[in-house]
């Protein structure tokens, strides 16, 4: 596009000055605490602190400041010397139904909140509550309900110690109903790529990433979302190796960066280029765009057996390790390049050079996130990429594999230690030996099958470790009804945030101390544990005042919650639990025997201890027994039709939040200031519908179902995107995805191919 420098876009590259910057802004504006600068000194380091914010890694051999822009963020903004105190509630317009007319960052501005909470209907106001009283109550209610129709959610941040107690309380008390966050991101993988190589997690390693030659790079913005990763990118750079990238939106931490922790680099504006090839792919056209990769990789080795000359393909690989390479190959050889083309939005030259790279590649990283797990074919999006890599034998081998980029900073351990859905993901004959019960069998509830039961009544009770469930998924509207028709809603939390104003009959606040402060209980500070995306796990211990002397921590809170819930079994020693983490990690050593031998001891490892991966071994826990090679029966990854006037819109994370977290209204590497309501569109796309740069417009969801989804007053902004494909912020965006529109296979809502019409307003 010879336009392309006048839209708007990032000022200087990812790291550099400006991610200091940001860092101070949220500094003055988080009015943290003094102490705050003395945890980030701590964090990331053996006995320190692992990051609040994101997944990623801990190095083992780590500088001085292991810590990015982001992390740097999210301890300032809970360190905050803010309170979200009790007479807040009792103020002149703060009602509940007042508070709702504030905008997400202004509800978490308020501060850390300090005092157990209860809602009071008659005043429609959140009153102070001891400790004792609410949890008799909240006891109370738990035991009249009918014990199907109570969900325990937990968002993928509370520590190992809880989240597995948290999974036992709902086994004890009758469910297996665990959704949790990553039902709403990397579900994908933990279903599609188990699907096809046996492995719900990543198969590479920090190690593998310093002996990787090249990184192909699919829908995950490492500026904003997982930063400490520019490192790894910049070193290969420095290395001679290659980043080819596919993503509809140019994210500028995937264009350049200048290393923030390199003075040197600081004073001179060094920068490293990170993408050697940045593909624009239309939002939902990878599947086109790696059958295309594949397509020319096959024919290469074609002509390379034709010519006598060294094969392109590993075929030892896939004839050992693999299942229907050759219907696969045969679909790639006839697949089309005008087809190719128009479903992947790239040109033949474009993705002929991509593919070379990957050729002269020894080893290679298939880098991925919401880009490729967000869409109604999701999975299939992932079949591909594992496609792709088996070819060459990229998988279970130095240098090479999979590496999907995990959301909060344990999400996935959530998950290795109980928090799920399907009963056949815990060893439940463990459990029973353990404690003495008979934990339900029956699968419990996906966070679809949840947000479905609260539109039709059928889920009654909700509790919430963390999270901001009623904001962070689809069909927000039917969502907000459904949460409150609720006769019980719990939710142990740091900050006020939208899911608490829309109170069941019975609501509860329940306030924790955060990672970074002191866990005092009986047996003197406790320690934590938390697993990155590499499923290297750490141990964590905050030093801090915590933000009130009413604070409990999440995993005292769940104990009182199954002592006053449950029957009593002299097997669930809870307030033994509480008083020592150490013995909650015995129970999952003995729970999970191969993954956790030596726990207590291992965890204070530097870059924490690793829990191994068959598939990395090349061992392949499918069905069959083998890696599936999938042939696709279609070349996109979106669940409906294009047609005039119908846009993909992509929901997209600015780097100023987490989540449904909102720090600020500066989204820096994409330049656009000052707000959130836009929606991003290519300037010919704007021409021809009609309209103009700058105008207010109004979203429509479009998804043939009947139900209206509407969300006005958004700002056109002229950007670089592929033709046909918008992007707006997630969550603003989400009273636009209808909740039935997820992956086919694991249930992910498919928040980046939502399909909208637009207005003018
Ligand atoms: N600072 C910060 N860090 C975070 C978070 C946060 O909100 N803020 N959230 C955390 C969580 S829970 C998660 S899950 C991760 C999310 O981290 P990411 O996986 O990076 O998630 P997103 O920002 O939603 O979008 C990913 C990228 O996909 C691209 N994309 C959209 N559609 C397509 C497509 O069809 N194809 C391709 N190839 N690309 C596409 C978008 O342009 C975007 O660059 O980050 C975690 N880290
Ligand atoms: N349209 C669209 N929707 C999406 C996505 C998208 O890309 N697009 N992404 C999805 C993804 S990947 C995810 S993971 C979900 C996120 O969904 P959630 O995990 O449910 O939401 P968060 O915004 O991370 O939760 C923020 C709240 O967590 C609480 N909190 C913060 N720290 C702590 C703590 O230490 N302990 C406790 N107990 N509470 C704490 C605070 O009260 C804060 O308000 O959203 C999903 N929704
Ligand atoms: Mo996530």
Not at 34 to 54: E, F, V, Y
Not at 428 to 440: I, N
Not at 673 to 691: C, Q, S
Not at 741 to 749: E, I, Q, V
Request: proline share 5%; aromatic share 8%.
């Amino acid at each position: 596009m010879s336009d392309k420098d006048e839209l708007p876009h990032s000022e200087g590259p990812a790291g550099g000055w400006g991610s200091l910057e940001g860092m101070t802004r949220v500094l003055g504006k988080a009015r943290a605490e003094p102490q705050a600068l003395d945890t980030l000194r701590k964090l990331n380091k053996p006995k320190g602190i692992m990051c609040p914010s994101c997944a990623w890694p801990k190095p083992a051999n780590y500088k001085a400041f292991e810590f990015c822009e982001n992390g740097a963020k999210a301890v300032l903004w809970e360190s905050t010397s803010d309170r979200c105190t009790p007479d807040f509630f009792a103020q002149e317009g703060h009602t509940v139904t007042e508070l709702r007319e504030r905008r997400d960052h202004d509800l978490e501005k308020t501060g850390r909140l300090t005092h157990p909470l209860r809602y009071d209907a008659d005043t429609d106001r959140y009153v102070p509550v001891s400790w004792d009283e609410a949890f008799a109550q909240i006891g109370e209610r738990l035991k009249a309900l009918p014990k199907k129709d109570v969900v325990f959610y937990a968002s993928g941040h509370a520590g190992l110690e809880a989240s597995y107690l948290y999974a036992l309380l709902a086994r004890a008390y009758g469910n297996n109903n665990l959704p949790q966050s990553s039902n709403m991101c990397h579900e994908t993988t933990s279903v599609g790529l188990k699907k096809v190589i046996g492995t719900p997690v990543g198969t590479v390693t920090f190690d593998d990433l310093d002996m990787t030659d090249a990184y192909f790079y699919f829908g995950q913005n490492p500026g904003t979302n997982s930063p400490r990763f520019l490192h790894n990118l910049k070193n290969l750079k420095d290395r001679g190796g290659k980043i080819v990238t596919f993503n509809p939106v140019i994210e500028q931490g995937l264009v350049s960066f200048v290393n923030p922790q390199s003075p040197l680099d600081m004073l001179t504006g060094k920068e490293t280029k990170i993408s050697d090839q940045y593909h624009q792919v239309r939002a939902g056209g990878d599947v086109a765009a790696l059958v295309a990769l594949c397509k020319v990789v096959i024919e290469a080795d074609d002509t390379a057996t034709a010519e006598g000359k060294p094969q392109v393909i590993d075929h030892q690989f896939l004839q050992e390790h693999t299942n229907g390479f050759e219907e696969f190959a045969v679909f790639c050889r006839d697949a089309d390049w005008a087809e190719l083309k128009t479903e992947s939005g790239l040109t033949e030259a474009a993705l002929r050079e991509a593919a070379q790279v990957y050729i002269e590649a020894e080893r290679v990283i298939g880098v991925y996130g919401m880009g490729l797990t967000q869409h109604t074919h999701g999975s299939l999006n992932l079949a591909m990429l594992v496609n792709f890599l088996c070819l060459r034998g990229n998988v279970g081998r130095e240098g090479a594999g999979f590496c999907p980029v995990r959301g909060h900073s344990n999400v996935q351990g959530q998950r290795t230690v109980g928090i799920a859905e399907k009963a056949s993901l815990v060893p439940l004959d463990k459990l029973r030996e353990l404690f003495g019960f008979d934990p339900p069998t029956e699968d419990g509830m996906h966070i679809v099958d949840a947000v479905e039961g609260l539109f039709d009544g059928r889920v009654k009770g909700f509790v919430s470790l963390g999270g901001n469930l009623v904001r962070a998924v689809p069909d927000q509207e039917r969502m907000e009804k459904g949460w409150a028709s609720q006769d019980l809603t719990v939710c142990i939390s740091t900050k006020l945030n939208r899911s608490h104003l829309f109170p069941g009959k019975h609501a509860y606040i329940l306030p924790c101390i955060s990672r970074t402060e002191r866990d005092e209980q009986k047996g003197g500070n406790q320690t934590i544990t938390t697993e990155d995306s590499f499923s290297m796990i750490s141990a964590t211990i905050g030093r801090r005042e915590p933000a009130s002397p009413h604070l409990k921590s999440e995993l005292e809170i769940v104990a009182e919650i199954a002592k006053a819930a449950l029957d009593p079994n002299p097997n669930l020693k809870w307030d033994e639990w509480t008083g020592d983490y150490g013995l909650v990690r015995d129970l999952i050593e003995a729970t999970y025997p191969d993954d956790f031998h030596g726990y207590n001891q291992r965890m204070y490892q530097a870059g924490g201890f690793y829990r191994g991966n068959p598939a990395r071994e090349r061992i392949w826990k499918t069905e069959s027994g083998k890696a599936e090679i999938t042939t696709p029966e279609r070349l996109n990854s979106i669940g409906f039709d294009d047609r005039e006037g119908r846009y993909r819109l992509i929901t997209l994370r600015s780097n100023d939040q987490f989540n449904t977290t909102i720090y600020g209204y500066h989204d820096r590497f994409r330049g656009i200031e000052g707000t959130r309501d836009v929606l991003m569109m290519n300037p010919k796309d704007i021409a021809e519908a009609g309209f103009k740069d700058g105008q207010i417009i109004r979203l429509v969801g479009d998804a043939d179902d009947g139900v209206e989804r509407k969300l006005g007053g958004l700002k056109l902004v002229a950007y670089r995107l592929p033709r046909g494909t918008v992007a707006g912020y997630y969550p603003e965006c989400n009273v636009l995805i209808a909740a039935n529109h997820h992956d086919r296979l694991s249930k992910t809502p498919a928040s980046k191919s939502i399909p909208v019409r637009i207005e003018a307003e």
